[in-house]
């Protein structure tokens, strides 16, 4: 206090985040400009529109970019089809241990994820036979396992909020409970759904590592940009790093009013007082 | 080395890291004010491959005593052995600054992004790389005199070595001139003899094998797996009894091996994309453990990491065989090379020089190579000056037969010690079974490394072909989605487009509800 009184400088809020900020700006927005020049340049330095060309015109790349997106289109709705049931049981069902069921799904979490796929391997092999057979399904099961907990936590946290009042109105008012499922619980778990696809749809377009230790030979997003950079083909390996970030701004954009309404809302229901 | 070319987890953190620092620090000669600290003192900048040199530690039971009465013990890191011996020899103070690398991609891009090495150890074709590129220091005159024997790596290289560095040349230049041998191996197939015989595994041919899909493997880099391609696709020339027998044979496979004209690039590309049918992985690493595991049953394999996969599966009772297939290997080695703008760039380019070529010579002495070759499994360039037997006692340590054993083999390695095949000093006394084993991968026969050739560099525009075409071969092509699929992704598509708006629309709703009756 004294020191207030002394200088001039006083330390408000907006100063905390200069740590945050000086952060940003040398590992985020550098590297950005950096990856943006380089994607717009050739070997020699002038500005080009090549590398997008390539990018389009090669029917590998984007063959890989569709699977990639393949990938995170399954992964992500196996994910919601094993998350919701569990999260919905987990937060609606009586349960005298909830704590320890909840934990049981995110203790992999807790575990080296390298590990895990590394057992996961051995445990597949002894079904399969032989892993070869069946890299597209190998992976899937892979990132699903990877990812899992991530969808089921955002789901789950959003079904326990949700106002139960809205839920006994709707079976007061005479619906049953598959409609009162379909008509009140589920558009109001959308937030959750969204932050929850978020977390598993982005990083299994990009997560290389599971198709890499489950024997998937076929490129993703991720090991694309790596065979381009290891090739020292910067300006083309930029490229396909800004189309995938294009591509996540897109998605962003496209789902950003759930959020945005969520967070306007507050406590995830309906009823703000 | 080729063991460590594993592909980096976060490869884009690391491209993005780095392209940070390039935009905060440009191209940094910041290792000028090291210097300004202490004037006496040498700063020896070395990069070399992970996991590569003798990091000392040893346990006493480690202790290697060999039978000319030598004995090999590590206890501190070599490069730190290294400041002693150099201040006791020479009087003055270096201080060794040691780092790593993990592909020769990641060291060529680390020296474009403006580190600075004075030393690095990459292998023999990032050499001709650099070499081409003009960006390496030769060694001096000095290095090369016998007299001095202070002059290990001159006085203990094997004439092996030593011949294949100065017989082959990049723009009129002998490698021997920038490059010192460290190690070096060939490549061949790794193999389950209860599997496969052979005769199966003398060929690369072997990676196409209708019996054996999915249970063999290729290496996740495109310079090995072409080199595979072109075994298969010139087999029937690479074995024909006029060319192998032909004076300018060593010469005509050596060009046919690195041949990388659009056409054979094309037919490789084909051929890869169909053995991708027939393999069950692309590893870097992870092809040792499922070689030992029983997961795969033959695997392209560099010879070092064929003697520890085969090392592992002794433990288990587990028979594991090395062979170079009949077409023709690859011979590869890694190298000591001074970087001019390390050297240059020091405070007193001479000083710097003699301690960089002295580090080198200190690695060559035998017992570090012992050391190294203990540590690391890969075969020493070193062989040992005339009258210093380290080496070949290290190798008999390893694989000679018990004085016990009775049907013992004759396995002549003259021509790597003393360059005279039939020099009876160099004969190891083996059992029968180390003859398709650890010891024929790690010290080749002579007429063995005879069908092997070292894969040249390529040039910017062949490394472009070569490059596309092996992301061609690991890319799925969207050409080949059937049209069903196509459907069934649209209906989806359609589904989750209806779906959210049907149950935004509902979201919504509640929403309005909640904003306008709170």
Known sequence: MQLKNKSRFRLSRAHLSLPYGLFLVCFVLAPLFVIIYYAFTNGEGKVTLENLLGFLENPKTTGTLLYSFGIAVVTTSVCLLLAYPIAYILARGKFRHKSVVLMLFIMPMWINFTLRITALKEILTIIEGNLAFHPFLNTIIGMTYDFLPFMILPIYTTLLKLDKSLIEASSDLGADALQTFLKVTLPLSVPGIISGIFMVFLPSMTNYVVLDMLYNSTYIMGSLIGAYFAAYDWHGGSMIALVLLMIILVFTLFTNRYADEDAGNGRGGVVSR | ?518
Request: glycine residues 6%; proline residues 3%; contains cysteine.
């Open chain 2, 1 to 518: 080395m080729r063991k460590r070319t594993r592909r980096k987890t976060g490869m884009l953190v690391l491209a993005s890291v780095t392209a940070a620092y390039l935009a905060l620090h440009g191209m940094p000669q910041n290792n000028m004010q090291v210097f300004a600290k202490s004037e006496d003192e040498i700063v020896l900048r070395v990069c070399n491959w992970e996991e590569y040199i003798d990091t000392g530690d040893w346990d006493e039971e480690e202790r290697i005593a060999l039978d000319n009465g030598v004995e090999i013990f590590g206890e501190k890191p070599l490069y730190e052995d290294f400041e002693d011996w150099y201040f006791e020899t020479y009087g003055r103070r270096v201080r060794v600054e040691y780092s790593c690398f993990g592909t020769n991609e990641d060291l060529y891009n680390q020296l474009n992004l403006g580190d600075t090495y004075d030393l690095v150890c990459p292998s023999e074709y990032m050499i001709m790389k650099l070499m081409a590129e003009g960006r390496l220091e030769p060694y001096s005159d000095t290095f090369y005199d016998k007299n001095n024997e202070c002059n290990y790596y001159v006085n203990n290289v094997s004439p092996y070595i030593y011949n294949v560095m100065n017989t082959n040349e990049i723009n009129g230049e002998r490698w021997g001139k920038y490059a010192a041998g460290y190690m070096w191996g060939i490549t061949g197939v790794l193999y389950n003899p209860e599997q496969v015989s052979l005769e199966e595994a003398s060929s690369w041919k072997i990676f196409a094998d209708e019996r054996l899909k999915r249970q063999v493997a290729l290496k996740d880099n495109v310079r090995d797996s072409y080199f595979a391609a072109l075994g298969i696709l010139k087999a029937d020339l690479l074995t024909d009894e006029e060319f192998r027998s032909a004076p300018d044979y060593t010469k005509r496979l050596e060009d046919e091996m690195n041949d990388t004209s659009q056409e054979t690039i094309d037919e490789a590309q084909a051929l890869l994309e169909q053995l991708m049918g027939n393999i069950y992985s692309l590893e870097t690493d992870s092809g040792k453990a499922d070689m030992v595991s029983g997961k795969i049953v033959a695997d392209y394999q560099w010879s070092g990491d064929a003697v520890y996969a085969m090392d592992q599966a002794d433990e288990d009772d587990f028979e594991l065989c090395f062979s170079v297939p009949k077409e023709g290997a690859n011979l590869w080695f890694d190298g000591w090379v001074m970087l001019k703008d390390g050297i240059y760039g020091s405070a007193d380019s001479e000083k710097q020089k003699h301690a960089a070529e002295a580090f080198v010579n200190f690695i060559s002495r035998p017992e570090s190579a012992v050391r190294n070759m203990y540590y690391v499994g890969y075969t020493s360039s070193i062989a040992g000056a005339q009258g210093d037997d380290t080496i070949f006692e290290y190798i008999n340590w390893c694989y000679g037969a018990e004085d016990s054993e009775q049907d013992t083999i004759a396995y002549p390695l003259g021509y790597f010690f003393s360059g005279d095949s039939e020099d009876e000093r160099y004969v190891i006394t083996a059992s029968p079974e180390q003859v398709d084993r650890q010891l024929y991968a790690q010290y080749p026969p002579e007429e063995t490394l005879k069908r092997t050739v070292v894969m040249r560099y390529f040039n910017e525009e062949t490394s472009k072909a070569i490059n596309r075409m092996w992301i061609n071969v690991r890319c799925f092509d969207i050409r080949d989605v059937p049209a069903a699929i196509w459907l069934a992704v649209i209906a989806v598509l359609l589904l989750i487009v209806f779906l959210c708006y049907n149950t935004g629309n509902r979201y919504r709703k509640f929403a309005e509800y909640g904003r306008n009756g709170g």
